[in-house]
């Protein structure tokens, strides 16, 4: 009965990714989440590179933003068939970017948070520090959990490979929400308000920005998840 649900839901599913319109939409939406990705980026290191001097407090928002908005989300984007820059790359290849990216990334943020450790007497006070730090934890447990999902035969006689795969998308998953919303606490903060021109659109805008790929990058994930509970409860 359930292999009969499940291979319903699936050829449902392949006929929903085999239809045009579908395969469009993917690719329009992938686009548009790589320029909000390129933006925030951008105006994050702009903000930086607008003191005198590069310190250790630059540094840690430079690390902090290109590890998890920039090398962490294009990590996980190449796994999508929909992503334009890695489309034609095969599976194997695409891997070894994956994992690769994702190791440049926990690298660059561990040291952007130790920048900033470095140059505070109290810690974790904040909003942004304590999402900040939460955010970093699940990067390293997805990382490990990265390690055992690379080899789920060995492990899948005591848990089931789904599951171990899904334990590392989830720790990924979350660990970039918390990312972001540390980002979008430090948006907050006076001196990037006071950069931006204290207008009423523009950190709000960018807000939005941060949280709306967010959710694109991790669109795949919530597809997975979405038809694994649908077929759970058929
Ligand atoms: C995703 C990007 C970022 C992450 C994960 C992150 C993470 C952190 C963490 C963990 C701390 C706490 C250190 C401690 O308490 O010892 C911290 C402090 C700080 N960060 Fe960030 N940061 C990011 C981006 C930024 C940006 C863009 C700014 C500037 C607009 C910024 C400004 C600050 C400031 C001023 C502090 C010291 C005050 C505080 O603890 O809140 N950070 N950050």
Known sequence: MTAAVDSDVKSNETKLVNNVWYKSVRMT???????????TVFICILFACNSATVGLYELHI???????????????L???????????ITRRYKKHLHWSMQVLAAVLVTVGTAFIIQQKSVHFNTIHGKLGLAALVCCLASLLNGILAMYPRKLSTCISVFWIRF?????????????TGSLCAAFEYRSFKVWTGNGDVFVPTIVSFTWLFTV??????????GNKIRSLSK
């Open 167 to 179: 334990f590392h998308y989830i720790t990924g998953v979350v660990s970039m929400f918390l990312a």
């Open 62 to 76: 430079i690390l902090c933003v290109l590890g998890y908005q920039f090398f962490m989300c294009q990590g996980t």
């Open 78 to 88: 190449i796994m999508s068939q929909y992503n334009s820059w890695s489309m034609y």
């Open 216 to 225: 694109l990058v991790t669109l795949d994930f919530w597809i997975l998840t």
């Open 29 to 39: 939406v992938n686009v548009l989440t790589h320029v909000l990705i390129f933006l």
